[in-house]
């Protein structure tokens, strides 16, 4: 049956609905909207989400500093919480069975009547991006990426009646030449979100806030990132982490230091590190308001940028040319859980990149050169040891890049064990390969570790 439209039809309405968690989100989508990677549409929605763990305690990103300055670019705003309470959004899915009944609750609450959707989401592979591609059957999918996950692999499989809808991976140019491998199972192509326009955009933000900063200029600003809540390290240990961040920053000749905790940080964090500071002579700022990284960078000029392995180093680095050191990855990489976890390529190329914070020669000679530690085959090699049901043609680029490349720098981004389970180069060699399955060898190791834990007591 022929689709074209019989002269005189009634032109279909478009509403866009665009997700966002977070006030960086809201930024990356206002500098895409500002650089016309989008068509017009004849409604623009801004639905927010509010994942924090107790949503009713935490301000959603249309209550943040400098939101109002984002909101003119949609028509609405409308909140996602609100919409399935008492549901959590990273919680909730709809039933297969009653998808059509959320679609037709959906378009009465928020007045979309038989307009066709376009949706445009990050984290699709989750809630509650999923959930909401999943209620909107058939609409086409924008995902946009604003932190260096999106040069990992897909985290879960995604059923290819929301994978094949995707018509595009919107990101950042974090990284130059490296290109995302997020969604590639389905062919979808990456488009960098313009750095200029994106600028601009956070620039807006950092006149809104600037009246609840400190007037400091040149400090070596640390990132925490608590990680404990990620159960990757423990309190104590990301305590000690920062107050690591505090003495490599001094040892390297900054007096004046800025600490910009994570919003969910315990305080206590603060308070070891202005003990930390106060030993070493040097003024301490921790940072009270929440505000974005990137509104530090243009209001403080940082001599130095200090942090894990967060995604505003990068921001630093490629966005505003500011000197930038990592700490702690390789305890992340030797800790993450499963091999699969979704931070490891972040940290990965954290490592991989930036100077270490303790060594004076490497942050002065700043970031490395992609190219020449080939950070293409190194991503793609460890985003196919992480999902190889996902993207078995990475294959051969893995084995190429194991074979050339693994040496005492490299091995740190892997694991013997899942090298050997994928029968990858650098694995367990052929005759030793039956121990890690040997159930009774195994027994024995494990009865021998706990009669040396009692003769050690």
């Not at 989508?29 to 017009?40: H, K, R």
């Not at 999902?387 to 050339?404: F, H, M, N, T, V």
């Not at 005759?431 to 834990?453: D, E, G, S, T």
Request: proline share 8%; charged share 20%; net charge neutral.
């Amino acid at each position: 049956m022929s689709t074209t439209a019989l002269p005189g039809a009634a032109r279909v309405r478009t509403t866009r609905i665009y997700c966002a968690s977070t006030l960086y989100g809201a930024a990356t989508l206002a500098a895409a909207i500002d650089a016309d990677c989008f068509t017009a549409a004849d409604r623009s929605i801004l639905l927010v989400l509010n994942n924090a763990a107790t949503p009713e305690t935490t301000p959603p990103l249309d209550e943040s500093v400098g939101f109002e300055r984002l909101r003119h670019r949609f028509d609405d705003v409308l909140s996602w919480n609100e919409t399935i309470f008492p549901f959590h959004p990273g919680g909730w899915s709809p039933r297969p069975d009653d998808t059509p009944l959320w679609e037709r609750f959906l378009r009465l609450a928020w007045g979309l009547g038989d307009d066709a959707v376009e949706l445009v989401v990050e984290s699709i592979q989750v809630n509650p991006a999923l959930a909401i591609t999943q209620i909107f059957t058939g609409a086409p999918i924008d995902v946009y990426a604003d932190g260096l996950m999106s040069y990992g692999p897909t985290r879960n499989k995604l059923d290819p009646l929301v994978g094949t809808r995707v018509r595009r991976l919107l990101h950042l140019d974090l990284v130059p030449g490296l290109e995302p491998l997020l969604l590639t199972e389905f062919g979808v192509p990456p488009q960098i979100v313009p750095t200029e326009v994106f600028v601009k955009v956070l620039s807006e933000l950092g006149d809104a806030a600037a009246t609840g900063l400190p007037e400091l200029r040149g400090p070596a600003l640390l990132l925490g990132q608590y990680l404990s809540a990620l159960e990757i390290l423990t309190a104590e240990e990301e305590e000690d982490l920062h107050a690591r961040m505090v003495r490599g920053a001094v040892g390297l000749g900054h007096t004046k230091i800025v600490f910009k905790p994570h919003p969910m940080a315990p305080a206590r964090f603060s308070r070891l590190l202005e003990q930390e500071a106060q030993k070493l002579g040097a003024e301490l700022t921790v940072l009270d308001t929440p505000v974005l990284a990137e509104v530090l960078y243009q209001r403080m000029r940082p001599a130095l940028v200090v942090g894990c392995f967060s995604t505003a180093l990068f921001t630093a680095a490629a966005f505003f040319d500011l000197p930038v050191a990592r700490l702690g990855t390789e305890v992340l990489l030797e800790r993450l859980t499963p091999y699969q976890n979704s931070n490891r390529v972040p940290v990965t190329i954290v490592d991989a990149l930036l100077p270490e914070l303790t060594d004076r020669a490497m942050v002065e000679a700043q970031l490395i050169d992609p190219a020449e530690h080939d950070l293409t085959g190194l991503v793609t090699a460890v985003g196919f040891a992480m999902q190889p049901k996902i993207y078995p043609d990475r294959r051969g680029a893995a084995e190429q890049y194991l074979s050339r490349h693994l040496d005492a720098r490299t091995w740190r981004y892997f694991k013997r064990r899942r090298l050997t389970a994928l029968a990858l180069p650098g694995a367990v060699p052929a005759q030793l390969a039956f121990i890690p399955r040997n159930a009774r060898l195994r027994r024995v190791v494990r009865q021998a570790r706990a009669l040396r834990r009692t003769v050690r007591r």
